[in-house]
């Protein structure tokens, strides 16, 4: 069975993303784009929130097409069009998208669907209402943090109205020079 595997930059105090959505404050550098995409590389199958997916779609598909792509930008466009897309609204019209499946009903239903597929691990990138959406019903399989050096004080957690324990396993760590620290959790 497939995991969905939740990846997220959060703050130390458990925050990804300010009080107005603000990620001005994430850390990233070509030590971490080099790391993170050998992991993603191996990944055929992205999630999306609708917002998340949107500024993707919004900047993905022709990033390598650009004068001053980076080394980065080329390598993560070739598998963003490549990657089937898992998007999760309630707006979005899956008319005309390629290589992307919507779900907007019967979450849990679908999700088990996909994960019975044949596919390697379903990476969610960012969006937390979508990881919230797939938390209660017990659909993340685990956590793919990547914890920047600052204490945010407010804005919008990454873990919120939990309502049993969820017992992690640590699978890895890995400090960054930025300062930023990954950790890599399942569900235990």
Same mark, same amino acid.
């Given at each position: 069975?497939?995991?969905?595997?939740?990846?997220?930059?959060?703050?130390?105090?458990?925050?990804?993303?300010?009080?107005?959505?603000?990620?001005?404050?994430?850390?990233?550098? =070509?030590?971490?784009?080099?790391?993170?995409?050998?992991?993603?590389? =191996?990944?055929?199958?992205?999630?999306?929130?609708?917002?998340?997916?949107?500024?993707?779609?919004?900047?993905?598909?022709?990033?390598?097409?650009? $004068?001053?792509?980076?080394?980065?930008?080329?390598?993560?466009?070739?598998?963003?069009?490549?990657?089937?897309? @898992?998007?999760?609204?309630?707006?979005?019209?899956?008319?005309?998208?390629?290589?992307?499946?919507?779900?907007?009903?019967?979450?849990?239903?679908?999700?088990?669907?996909?994960?019975?597929?044949?596919?390697? =691990?379903?990476?969610?990138?960012?969006? $937390?209402?979508?990881?919230?959406?797939?938390?209660? $019903?017990?659909?993340?399989?685990?956590?793919?943090?990547?914890?920047? $050096?600052?204490?945010?004080?407010?804005?919008?957690?990454?873990?919120?109205?939990?309502?049993?324990?969820?017992?992690?396993?640590?699978?890895?760590?890995?400090?960054?020079?930025?300062?930023?620290?990954?950790?890599?959790?399942? @569900?235990?």
């Amino acid at each position: 069975m497939r995991k969905i595997i939740s990846f997220m930059h959060i703050s130390l105090d458990g925050f990804v993303a300010g009080p107005n959505g603000e990620m001005n404050w994430i850390k990233v550098d =070509e030590e971490i784009f080099d790391h993170v995409g050998k992991r993603i590389g =191996e990944t055929d199958t992205a999630m999306y929130g609708r917002k998340t997916y949107e500024m993707m779609e919004g900047y993905w598909p022709t990033a390598a097409d650009k $004068p001053n792509a980076s080394k980065h930008d080329i390598e993560h466009s070739q598998w963003y069009k490549h990657a089937h897309k @898992v998007v999760l609204s309630n707006t979005i019209k899956s008319k005309g998208l390629t290589n992307t499946t919507i779900i907007s009903d019967n979450l849990v239903e679908k999700i088990n669907e996909i994960k019975q597929q044949a596919g390697s =691990e379903i990476l969610l990138f960012g969006s $937390p209402t979508a990881t919230h959406s797939l938390m209660q $019903p017990g659909l993340i399989d685990g956590y793919w943090l990547f914890v920047n $050096p600052i204490i945010l004080g407010r804005g919008i957690p990454l873990f919120t109205n939990i309502k049993d324990q969820v017992k992690l396993k640590l699978l890895s760590t890995r400090q960054f020079t930025s300062g930023v620290t990954e950790l890599n959790y399942i @569900v235990a």
